[in-house]
């Protein structure tokens, strides 16, 4: 069970993440679906966020899933939008669409209601595909409605954070 970290600046993530997309050259488009558009919002806070972010999509509805991501239906129908399935096809998906390096995505419940048995309130996905690949992590958050939202969009960032982090260490280039 993942939790949210204690952290001493909440603005040191989203800062780190402007710099290392900047030197990087990478772009950078989001999906967002339970976080609502909190990623973008703290992408865009960085003054200069407009060298490296392409766009951000708030498709909440399954409907805007498939018609602006190509999320197949049958993963809606199958696995549910809550899935790691439906988590890597948004994050393929506004990557291909927008034409960014890096398609950053989420998914979940968060809350007050319809959370289920396998699927509890505050279960969500987050998935990054990469020019390398595509990853997808299953966490389990608590908490009110906001505060899911807000782990949901620090743990999205972080986890942008720590690929581009490992990316410069491995001396990689677009």
């Not at 997808?136 to 899911?148: A, D, H, L, P």
């Amino acid at each position: 069970m993942n939790t949210f970290p204690v952290i001493p600046d909440d603005n040191t993530v989203d800062t780190a993440v402007a710099e290392l997309l900047q030197s990087s050259g990478l772009t950078l488009s989001l999906a967002e679906s339970c976080s609502g558009g909190l990623i973008a919002k703290r992408i865009t806070d960085i003054p200069g966020s407009s060298r490296y972010f392409f766009e951000g999509l708030v498709t909440y509805s399954n409907g805007a899933k498939i018609r602006l991501l190509g999320v197949p239906d049958t993963v809606l129908t199958e696995q549910g939008a809550v899935s790691q399935e439906c988590a890597a096809a948004m994050a393929m998906g506004v990557r291909l669409a927008s034409g960014s390096d890096l398609g950053l995505a989420t998914t979940g419940i968060a809350g007050p209601d319809g959370g289920s048995a396998d699927k509890p309130v505050g279960t969500v996905f987050i998935s990054l595909a990469a020019p390398d690949g595509c990853w997808t992590k299953r966490f389990q958050f608590s908490g009110t409605r906001n505060e899911v939202r807000t782990v949901t969009a620090w743990t999205a960032l972080d986890w942008l954070r720590q690929y581009l982090l490992n990316r410069a260490q491995a001396g990689q280039s677009q």
